[in-house]
């Protein structure tokens, strides 16, 4: 089934996916929910991606109000400058990005080490994107030198400080490091990202090969952002710029699901599982009874698929239910009453029916296998830094037989370049006696990515 509302544009849809007979006895519901966005002409009455919006260029011109608001944060400690390539790369990869952002747009940068400075425009404002404050942007960043430790909770911070000055809808970040959070308490990190959580996105990158993978996953996990390896520092260019038109593609904000259900009901899971896997479930805040929120972070023209278990109290044959209902809320400006962009509904029957009753709906089965085949990856690659060669090749045995099963060909891909695959149905496999730092960060970077069901 699926239901379809319009707020303004973009447009949303909700499908829901799932079999809803249940045998007697039987209390969990599991469904997908799809949710999809197009673009219209404008969201919330501001511009669409790609539209001028008139605005002044100049960072100290009145900007009026802008759609989307962005802060830049380059690592510029010491290890940048080795080899000095590295901080070169990203210095044009950042003038890049500000290339690539709409007029109209504010935006700043931030040089991080063991403390965060604003380089552009600085004073703790943001400029407005035009041709003058492109060109002086490049010549702040031409300045930009590495010296100094790495404490990113600071930099966040500082994000966070120009991004809530600002009244755009869209409010984004870009992080990148290369090397570990080593001059801060691991509970600086989280505090910071416990503070901005909610308040804007951020995209997080790895460029090289000495940073850690949990730590920058971990980053843009807590801001809804994606999170990836930049494995030579000559494709940070490339890499920056597709961040920053994704960005500007951003037209609505602030989206969460939200979930009701019955009294004697309860959510049990949620997780994203396309087009990477995400577990929102701890993530709920109160929305009146029986409902809770899961934040979304902010949508373009695309779509994501959502794993949602709920249960119910235990029914009879011949009973049915409405197990719950999926909406798209959106925060009304001025904190009104939340506006539902869309929704789609979850059933229970109870049936005597076994073969009904037992059959597994093929978008469920799927994504239960793209999140199997993840924690695979994951603890794979967990063992066989623990020396645990023969639990890393039963887990990443598993892991080839999954993406061979589900069609996920780039996920082949790189566990190929760990394992020797013998026989992928099977999932039997040989660890590699040398493995690439870069293709092994790369596989654990990217092993929450997902295919789409194919049905």
């Known amino acids: 089934m699926a239901s379809f509302a319009e707020f303004g544009a973009p447009r949303f849809s909700v499908d829901v996916y799932q079999n809803e007979y249940l045998p007697e006895g039987a209390r969990e519901v599991d469904a997908i929910v799809t949710v999809t966005s197009r673009p219209g002409g404008t969201a919330r009455g501001f511009p669409a991606a790609g539209a ?32 000095p390539s590295k901080m070169r790369n990203a210095r044009d990869a950042t003038a890049a990005a500000i290339a690539t952002l709409r007029d109209g747009v504010s935006f700043a940068v931030v040089a991080g080490t063991h403390q965060a400075e604003e380089i552009y425009p600085g004073g703790g404002t943001m400029a407005v994107a035009g041709p003058e404050t492109r060109e002086q942007a490049g010549k702040a960043l031409r300045k930009l ?15 966070d400080k120009l991004l809530s000055g600002s009244d755009a809808t869209v409010r984004h970040a870009v992080l990148l490091t290369d090397g ?38 971990g980053i843009a996990s807590a801001l809804l952002g994606s999170a990836d390896i930049v494995a030579d520092p000559e494709g940070l260019t490339a890499d ?19 979930l009701w259900t019955p009294q004697g009901s309860s959510v049990k899971l949620v997780k994203q599982v396309a087009p990477t896997v995400e577990d ?8 009146g009874p029986r409902s809770g929120d899961y934040p979304t972070g902010s949508w373009g023209d695309e779509s994501r698929d959502y794993h949602v278990r709920i249960e119910v109290p235990a ?47 093929a978008q469920v089965a799927h994504y239960t296998g793209q999140v199997e085949l993840a924690r695979a990856i994951q603890d794979g690659l ?53 493995v690439a730092d870069a293709d092994e960060m790369t596989l654990e970077a990217r092993s929450t990515k997902t295919v789409r069901v194919k049905i």
């Open 382 to 434: 967990d063992l066989r830094k623990a020396g645990d060669e023969k639990g890393a090749t039963a887990k990443l045995g598993r892991a080839v037989q999954l993406a061979h099963d589900s069609g996920n060909g780039d996920t082949s891909k790189l566990l190929s370049k760990v394992v020797d695959v013998v026989d992928a149905p099977t999932g039997t496999v040989r660890l590699k006696a040398k």
């Open 145 to 159: 030198r590495a010296g100094g430790g790495t404490a990113i909770g600071t930099w966040l911070r500082l994000a």
């Open 52 to 83: 001028g919006t008139g605005a002044p260029s100049s960072a100290g011109g009145a900007p009026g109000r802008t759609d989307a608001a962005v802060v830049i944060m380059i690592d510029a400690s010491g290890s940048m400058d080795y080899p």
């Open 180 to 217: 570990r959070n080593e001059h801060e308490e691991p509970e600086r990190l989280r505090e910071a990202l416990d503070a901005c959580a909610g308040r804007f996105t951020c995209d997080a990158r790895g460029v090289g090969t000495d940073w850690d993978v949990k730590e920058v996953t």
């Open 315 to 361: 029914a009879e044959i011949g009973q049915e239910m409405l197990a719950g209902r999926a909406a798209l809320i959106v925060p009304e400006a001025g904190g009104g009453t939340p506006q539902t962009l869309a929704q789609g509904l979850l059933r229970a029957v109870w049936t005597d029916d076994m073969a009904a009753a037992t059959s597994i709906n």
């Open 280 to 287: 929102l479930t701890d993530r709920r805040t109160g929305a």
């Open 240 to 258: 920056f710029e597709e961040m920053m038109r994704n960005a500007m593609g951003k037209e609505v904000a602030d989206v969460a699901l939200r």
